[in-house]
């Protein structure tokens, strides 16, 4: 069972690992069910998932969970703006985040994630923006879609220059550059043979390309 963020970035890995699951293990049934990843640690400590691919949240060193183990997989930062595709602004290559102020911001409350949510707000900050946030989401493609409907901007990652979700664009925001990515997260000591054998094909699926960049982006809860 594997809980996972609704992105293109883990759906590309997902159906990597899943394709060779089928050429090496082909009795093994892989579930794929989406779960944030602020409640994957407890899910995995529940047993209610075996394996998680998880954005890479910054966490204090306090709130750690030592009976979790975190691999790095992929890199896909945070660099753009998805704004509505009729946006004057989606028109631009590359802006200046301070062209931001006037458009409302679609963004997590601060609740789900302090450290991230503030260490956001601080590099806008530091290029002048404070932004416009009027209301609040709990999952990625929401964002997405009131985006879409003309409803503001959300942050995007490098992938989205390449795919931007339907109805968006992706400019890229002078300056700005914050790491993100997709973690494997798992049991420590975890020795179920099947869930370690598939934890071994998604670092070995990294281990080649996962250092560049993710060229895709489009899915759902952070």
Not at 70 to 87: F, G, K
């Amino acid at each position: 069972m594997i809980g996972t963020v609704a992105t293109a970035a883990a759906s590309d890995l997902i159906a990597l690992v899943t394709a060779r699951c089928t050429e090496l293990y082909p009795n093994l049934q892989v579930i794929v069910n989406e779960v944030p990843s602020a409640e994957q640690r407890l899910a995995l400590l529940s047993a209610t998932i075996d394996l998680g691919l998880a954005h890479a949240l910054p966490t204090a060193p306090g709130a750690l969970d030592e009976r979790i183990a975190t691999e790095p997989l992929l890199e896909d930062r945070l660099e753009c703006a998805l704004l509505p595709q009729d946006h004057p602004l989606a028109r631009s290559r590359i802006i200046e985040a301070r062209q931001l102020a006037d458009v409302p911001f679609l963004f997590m409350d601060r609740a789900y994630h302090p450290a991230f949510y503030d260490r956001v707000f601080g590099a806008l900050a530091e290029l002048g923006l404070r932004p416009r946030t009027e209301s609040t989401y709990d999952a990625l493609h929401t964002a997405w879609a009131l985006v879409a409907q003309g409803k503001g901007w959300t942050l995007g990652f490098e992938s989205h220059r390449r795919r931007a979700p339907a109805g968006t664009s992706a400019v890229q925001i002078a300056g700005f550059s914050f790491p993100f990515g997709i973690d494997l997260l798992s049991r420590r000591g975890e020795s179920a043979p099947t869930v370690v054998a598939v934890a071994a094909l998604f670092l070995q699926s990294h281990a080649r390309p996962s250092r560049a960049r993710v060229k895709r982006g489009n899915g759902a809860r952070a």
